[in-house]
């Protein structure tokens, strides 16, 4: 496993409790004479069903897609980091969508800081105030404390 495929896995507890329970029952059963390919097989069914929880992050998700593809070293976290960045590019095209759609003005500067931010809380703050603020400019001042951080 690798250092961010690690860190990203151990910041859920319940995920890496999971996966752990799930290893060990597995080369239990193949120690009383579960088939490999039964015990991957398995794994892969169980590793899917994970990918179904809410909350998982672009690391997890790669973690646990990587488990189940058998992607290559390094593949990981270029798919984390991909991934990360699409869903980035998507929140902040949503939010600039829904303050076009209102007719509110949207100056240059408004428009890049949302389209270059990545932090995904934030942009999910902007894209739900969005409906609601008065100007565009406003989701920067009711989201204070996101922005500080």
């Keep these: 496993m690798t250092d961010l495929q690690d860190n990203q896995q151990s910041r859920n507890p319940e995920l890496q409790e999971e996966v752990s329970g799930i290893a060990m029952s597995l080369a239990a059963a ?12 398995e794994l892969h069914r169980r590793l899917k069903e994970i990918l179904k929880w809410e909350g998982l992050s672009p690391g997890q998700i790669a973690f646990l897609r990587g488990k189940i593809e058998k992607w290559p070293p390094g593949y990981a976290e270029r798919w984390a ?3 990360a960045a699409g869903l980035a590019q998507g929140l902040a095209k949503g939010t600039l969508a829904v303050l076009e759609v209102r007719r509110l003005s949207i100056s ?23 409906g609601t603020v008065e100007r565009a400019e406003d989701l920067f001042r009711a989201g204070a404390e996101l922005d500080r951080e």
Aim: include cysteine; aromatic fraction near 8%; hydrophobic fraction near 35%.
């Design 30 to 41: 193949m120690a009383f004479g579960l088939q490999p390919e039964k015990a991957t097989a």
């Design 81 to 83: 980091s991909g991934y």
């Design 108 to 130: 240059d500067d408004v428009r890049e800081r949302i389209t270059t931010c990545t932090d995904h809380a934030r942009l999910d703050d902007w894209l739900d105030r969005a």
